[in-house]
């Protein structure tokens, strides 16, 4: 996981609240990624970005909002969680070429 | 349809046992393709890449097949150990704006 950092690792939140999750990283990657990954489940595209700046939807964007204002940080805001939202979020960098990711730690959502 | 398809979803095997994992997919990927294990709450991490003009890649007791006619690849693991157990993900790079496309992995649970 070096190279990329999420803040906070735990949280919960109730029901309406709002939060935002960062993706920071230092390897200077182009692409950054939000996935989450419920129990059991494989991971699944939020939102992503392939450069500062940029952004574009994955496979579940609904109830998510994400900013890429400065190329080393991809924040992912949740604006009224819903339990739904209850999941493990990671964040992912990549280069143009390679399709090696790197991934952060993961954060554990709680919504109750 | 999911551009990157793996099979099984979920798969149990005797320690010491043999195994293969399979993934097709349609999209026209750029460059390679790469497994990647994911340990329970961690990120994944990368475990081979296969470039299109290769057919065969080993890594310890884990090899990679690619048939970029058939658009499908495998994961022969060899003489499975416990700590195998793990999700083992599909990537790779397409789609419009070359972002990496992650299969669903397969859940592999080795048992004693």
């Known amino acids: 996981n070096a190279g990329v950092t999420q803040t906070p690792k735990f949280r919960v939140l109730k029901t309406g609240q709002s939060m935002t999750l960062l993706c920071a990283q230092d390897m200077n990657h182009e692409y950054m990624y939000w996935y989450r990954q419920d129990p059991g489940m494989g991971l699944r595209l939020i939102h992503y970005s392939v450069g500062e700046g940029t952004t574009a939807k994955g496979e579940v964007p609904d109830g998510y909002n994400v900013s890429r204002l400065k190329k080393q940080n991809f924040l992912l805001g949740l604006e009224s969680a819903a339990p739904s939202q209850t999941s493990v979020y990671f964040c992912?960098?990549?280069?143009?070429?390679?399709?090696?990711?790197?991934f952060g730690q993961g954060t554990r959502l709680t919504v109750v | 349809k999911n551009q990157v398809e793996q099979s099984p979803q979920s798969l149990i095997i005797l320690e010491g046992k043999n195994c293969t994992l399979q993934c097709n997919y349609t999209v026209s990927p750029f460059s390679n393709l790469r497994w990647y294990k994911q340990d329970t709450g961690r990120g994944p991490v990368s475990l081979t890449i296969?470039?299109?003009?290769?057919n065969t890649k080993s890594n310890g007791r884990y090899t990679a097949t690619l048939d970029a006619d058939t658009k499908q690849s495998s994961l022969h693991i060899t003489a499975s150990q416990l700590s195998d157990s793990a999700s083992y993900i599909c990537v790779l790079r397409g789609g419009s704006q070359g972002n990496l496309i992650f299969g669903k992995g397969t859940k592999l649970s080795v048992k004693p």
């Open positions: 992912a960098i990549s280069d143009r070429v390679r399709t090696e990711a790197f």
């Open positions: 296969m470039t299109f003009s290769e």
